[in-house]
Structure formats: structure tokens, C-alpha cells
């Protein structure tokens, strides 16, 4: 069975902060995704990536970067945290033509 | 662009009932649909994809179907239990490598 591994459940770090979600999945899939979750607003995707090195942008890349020297490791960073910031990061892989599969989620909240 | 929208945003019904779930989209050039479960505080599970070529797809007491022609596909559960209290997200994707476009969802709860 996909385990997709997000390294924290819960997160609270400060405005300005930078800010490292860590996203591991040991299925060998080639694309992995960053998606965050909000009320009202369902999910929005901020990133993904097709391969080692290769990213792309989502919906709402701003205020975010990524990071993929792995295949198994997808890093998503905030470069200088703000506190409209704070939302539900939910992480996902898969390999074509099976579903994703999504991490339990962390929830991140910027004071 | 392709649009996803699931009406209503939350829906109770009593044990035992069978029901359905409602998933429209804009753009009926669609490649899959997907149903998804989410569960309080957690991530997403897939429960059924159901590729433009198909019409439906069964899982146990889960059924989704797809209608390209009139943009619509709905998931059908039978004979409901407390247990599949949870939220309902539908997704869907244009091409093979194309992002995958979700719907807000539809809370589910089942009365006991």
C-alpha cells in the first residue's frame, strides 16, 4: 500500500519565519503535489512536480518555493511566513493512471 | 476552464438509506473523475476514477457514474452507515498530465 509521510500533523511558527513542510512517499511516483486546504475555498494547488528537479506551478505559487533532489522527497517552503499562511498543507503522489494518493495532512498556523 | 461544483455543501441522512452525491463539471471534454473521501483532520482517499471511456465504477457498496454528455457524475452509496460520515470530494482531470480540478466537497453524515 502508497504511504505518502508529511513530517509534522501540526506546525506553529512565527510571521517571517521560513518555513519547511516535509513530504516523503515510498511508492517510487514519479509526480508529487502540494495542495492547501481552506474553508469556503476547497483545494488549491500550489506546486507539483513530474521528476527529480523538475516543478511547476499551480494555482497559487506566491509566497511559496519547492524543493525535489529526491524522487521520494517533495519539500515545500515558505519563504517568509505570513498569516495568510495559515491553512491545512496536504501533500500527494502518484504514478499515471492510478489515483493519488494524499498525506494526512499539516496543519500550519502563522502567528 | 473547467469547473467542478457539488450541491449541496452538506447533507444528512438516516442508517440504512441509500443516497447520492452530486458532481457537476463545465467541460464535458474530460479525461477522468475521481471521488474522493476525507475524514476530520485528515488527508484525502480514493475511492473510485472513472475514466472518460467509462461510464461507471463499483466498490462495494459504492457506486460513481460519469455522464460527459450532460457534465454531470454522481456517487452512490448504499445502504448508509455512521461510518461513511465524512466529506465527498469529486475531481476531475482534462488530459493525462493536466491538474487535477476539485469540487468543494459535500459533508456527509449519517444519523445513527
Known amino acids: 500500500d502508497v504511504k505518502v509521510t508529511q513530517s509534522s500533523r501540526y506546525l506553529v511558527k512565527r510571521t517571517g519565519e521560513k518555513v519547511f513542510l516535509e513530504c516523503v512517499q515510498d511508492m517510487d511516483h514519479e509526480n508529487m503535489f502540494w495542495y492547501r486546504q481552506d474553508p469556503g475555498l476547497g483545494l488549491r494547488l500550489i506546486y507539483f512536480s513530474y521528476d527529480v528537479k523538475m516543478k511547476e506551478k499551480g494555482d497559487i505559487p506566491e509566497g511559496y518555493s519547492v524543493s525535489r533532489e529526491k524522487k521520494e522527497r517533495f519539500s515545500l517552503i515558505l519563504e517568509s511566513a505570513s498569516t495568510n499562511q495559515t491553512s491545512m498543507y496536504l501533500c500527494?503522489?502518484?504514478?499515471?493512471?492510478?489515483?493519488?494518493?494524499f498525506g494526512d495532512g499539516t496543519r500550519l498556523s502563522i502567528l | 476552464k473547467q469547473e467542478v461544483t457539488q450541491i449541496p455543501a452538506a447533507l444528512s441522512v438516516p442508517e440504512g438509506e441509500n443516497l447520492v452525491l452530486n458532481c457537476s463539471f463545465t467541460?464535458?471534454?474530460?479525461?477522468?473523475l475521481q471521488w474522493f473521501r476525507q475524514d476530520p483532520g485528515k488527508g484525502l482517499t480514493s475511492l473510485l476514477l472513472?475514466?472518460?471511456?467509462?461510464r461507471e465504477q463499483t466498490s462495494g457498496r459504492l457506486n460513481a457514474s460519469l455522464d460527459k454528455s450532460s457534465g454531470r457524475s454522481t456517487l452512490y452509496i448504499a445502504a448508509s452507515q455512521p461510518g461513511d460520515s465524512a466529506t465527498y470530494l469529486c475531481?476531475?482531470?482534462?488530459?493525462?498530465?493536466?491538474?487535477?480540478?476539485f469540487g468543494k466537497g459535500t459533508r456527509l453524515h449519517i444519523l445513527p
Open positions: 472513472i475514466q472518460s471511456s467509462q
Open positions: 475531481a476531475g482531470q482534462m488530459n493525462r498530465d493536466d491538474k487535477i480540478i
Open positions: 467541460d464535458s471534454a474530460i479525461y477522468n
Open positions: 500527494a503522489s502518484r504514478v499515471y493512471p492510478q489515483p493519488q494518493h
